[in-house]
């Protein structure tokens, strides 16, 4: 049952209840299922019928997870996988073959730009970067063996913004898939299928497990897609166990209040950081000085949880801040109740060269804050400290 209105969506979509009645829903820590019949069996292995089978290919917890993000994205279908990195590569190898090209906004996140440049290229399948501000050079970049555009948006950590109902609009024109990683907006703050995205890419990981706890990801689309990709997934394993897709699911139910929160703290501390004389630039989607604002605001409900910055002086500038920060937490991952700091150019995007980092924006002195759920006082304070210490 699909209700009108994303929370309760998101905690009211629940397995079937058992006998016993529970009000939470259990956790199934089981590798295999069994079979009423030896009929009922091969039905099941024919997809004659629906059930679980085995945990690697499905299992109720996965499968409770999925109908809610299903919900919340307006999608058909998905999989869980046992990684955000894992979800973006199946949504890639499952659907591309040796003389496929791929197009991707230049700015993505360092794993992701290595499976483009070093790992899909071993069978054949060629990529063309464009630039995510340059709307223009995306047509002019589309080859006849084209098959796929992937992009992030806002994507990690320019927090740049492409306009989706443009590339939609694009994508079907040339019959391309269209493939959007949502991980740094959620589907509480945009929903990229809405805008005729065909697939739509989750790092579970992050804003929507919300408190650094478990590793996920997942992949959502429409029906026929998603049945190729569940094909791949199935015969190569990137399963997500229960436990975690147990956990995922009861964190989907706080998303919405979640997010809200990042987001207001992360807009009063961009606007405030705009204010120091020690920052060279602020950069955050719903700020006034953001190049997309505009754009921003009309395909997002809010500007998300991360702001980036570049402290005057370049690295070693950057260097003394991190090191100065007290409370805040010096960490590459992001999405967590509590306020992480980051320096892509030495942690998450340190496997792209010095050109490719500049290309993106990506400077020695930029700094990466994924913005917790502390007070914003005490957010401020911290990093106030920090960056009056390390002037």
Not at 100 to 109: L, N
Not at 179 to 186: I, L, Q, S
Not at 318 to 337: E, I, P, Q
Request: aromatic share 8%.
């Amino acid at each position: 049952m699909s209700y009108e209105n994303f929370e309760t969506n998101a905690i009211r979509t629940q397995v079937e209840q058992t006998e016993f009645r529970e009000h939470s829903v259990p956790l199934y820590l089981t590798s295999s299922f069994t079979f009423e019949s030896a009929e009922q069996g091969r039905a099941l292995f024919a997809d004659e019928i629906a059930g679980n089978i085995y945990t690697r290919f499905s299992n109720p917890n996965n499968s409770e997870l999925i109908e809610k993000l299903c919900l919340l994205e307006g999608t058909e279908d998905g999989i869980a996988t046992a990684s955000g990195m894992a979800a973006m590569f199946v949504s890639m190898a499952a659907l591309l073959q040796s003389g496929d090209h791929i197009i991707a906004s230049r700015s993505v996140f360092g794993s992701t730009h290595q499976i483009l440049t070093m790992i899909l290229p071993k069978w054949g399948i060629s990529h063309t970067y464009v630039d995510i501000t340059e709307p223009e050079k995306w047509e002019a970049a589309i080859q006849p063996n084209t098959k796929m555009i992937f992009l992030e948006t806002p994507s990690n950590p320019a927090l740049d913004i492409i306009d989706l109902e443009w590339l939609g609009k694009l994508t079907k024109k040339h019959k391309l898939i269209l493939n959007v990683d949502n991980c740094f907006a959620t589907p509480y703050l945009q929903t990229p299928a809405k805008y005729g995205a065909d697939i739509v890419t989750h790092s579970a990981t992050k804003f929507i497990d919300g408190q650094g706890r478990t590793i996920g990801g997942a992949i959502l689309g429409n029906k026929d897609l998603i049945k190729q990709i569940r094909f791949f997934a199935r015969h190569t394993g990137p399963a997500m166990s229960p436990f975690n897709a147990w956990v995922l699911s009861k964190s989907l139910e706080t998303l919405a209040v979640r997010m809200e929160r990042h987001c207001q703290n992360a807009l009063e501390l961009a606007t405030y950081l705009e204010t120091l004389p020690q920052i060279s630039k602020v950069k955050y989607p719903f700020l006034p000085s953001h190049p997309q604002h505009d754009l921003a605001k009309r395909q997002m409900r809010l500007g998300g949880g991360v702001v980036t910055f570049e402290l005057k002086g370049g690295l070693e500038q950057g260097k003394k801040f991190l090191d100065a920060l007290k409370m805040c937490s010096l960490t590459a991952n992001l999405g967590d109740v509590r306020t992480t700091a980051t320096h892509p150019a030495s942690m998450t995007h340190s496997k792209l060269k010095e050109e490719e980092r500049q290309a993106v924006g990506i400077t020695a002195g930029l700094v990466r804050i994924s913005v917790g759920l502390e007070n914003i006082k005490d957010i401020i304070a911290d990093i106030t400290q920090a960056i009056q210490h390390s002037s």
